[in-house]
């Protein structure tokens, strides 16, 4: 289903820029940052960071996209097909920081064992976190890192407290 039909079966208008970031979303082989989407989507047609955000949470709600958080606190984006949905997994790997998304192989249970009577589970977020088979392959030179370490970059710690 191309990006039109996709915004059409949903019930979304399919304007330019909203095509564009499906678009933009389909050209990548992992699941992009804003930013990453940004930069693949400005090649294409002018847009702002407000506007693709506005954009992307608009079609998260759709359930045309969704947004999955990486190892690194940042929020990735990709495609949702009707084959993965409600679940599919995700690989992340903690070098290059990219995340990919894994084939739809099981289904989420009607009734998860230890749901309290009169819960409904309807979404589970699974991500593996570890090194690809690309940063796997190569020497530990840290140069697959944005930050050039081999070391996950840690998220400051919001509330004041020093972290372990």
């Given at each position: 289903?191309?990006?039109?039909?996709?915004?059409?079966?949903?019930?979304?208008?399919?304007?330019?820029?909203?095509?564009?970031?499906?678009?933009?979303?389909?050209?990548?082989?992992?699941?992009?940052?804003?930013?990453?989407?940004l930069?693949?989507?400005?090649?294409?047609?002018?847009?702002?960071?407000?506007?693709?955000?506005?954009?992307?949470?608009?079609?998260?709600?759709?359930?045309?996209?969704?947004?999955?958080?990486?190892?690194?606190?940042?929020?990735?984006?990709?495609?949702?097909?009707?084959?993965?949905?409600?679940?599919?997994?995700?690989?992340?790997?903690?070098?290059?920081?990219?995340?990919?998304?894994?084939p739809?192989?099981?289904?989420?249970?009607?009734?998860?064992?230890?749901?309290?009577?009169?819960?409904?589970?309807?979404?589970?977020?699974?991500?593996?976190?570890?090194?690809?088979?690309?940063?796997?392959?190569?020497?530990?030179?840290?140069?697959?890192?944005?930050?050039?370490?081999?070391?996950?970059?840690?998220?400051?710690d919001?509330?004041?407290?020093?972290?372990?």
């Open positions: 289903m191309n990006a039109r039909e996709q915004l059409d079966a949903h019930g979304v208008e399919a304007t330019p820029r909203r095509l564009a970031v499906l678009e933009g979303l389909a050209a990548f082989p992992h699941a992009p940052t804003a930013p990453e989407l930069e693949e989507v400005r090649k294409t047609v002018h847009l702002d960071k407000v506007t693709l955000y506005r954009t992307l949470d608009l079609l998260v709600e759709a359930g045309i996209v969704g947004r999955h958080p990486g190892g690194d606190g940042l929020l990735r984006y990709c495609l949702v097909h009707e084959e993965t949905r409600p679940f599919h997994a995700h690989f992340y790997c903690t070098r290059c920081r990219r995340m990919s998304c894994l739809a192989t099981s289904t989420i249970p009607p009734r998860p064992e230890g749901l309290a009577e009169g819960m409904t589970a309807e979404r589970v977020e699974v991500r593996f976190d570890g090194i690809c088979n690309h940063c796997g392959d190569a020497p530990s030179s840290g140069s697959d890192s944005p930050s050039g370490s081999t070391t996950p970059a840690r998220r400051p919001t509330h004041g407290a020093p972290r372990p």
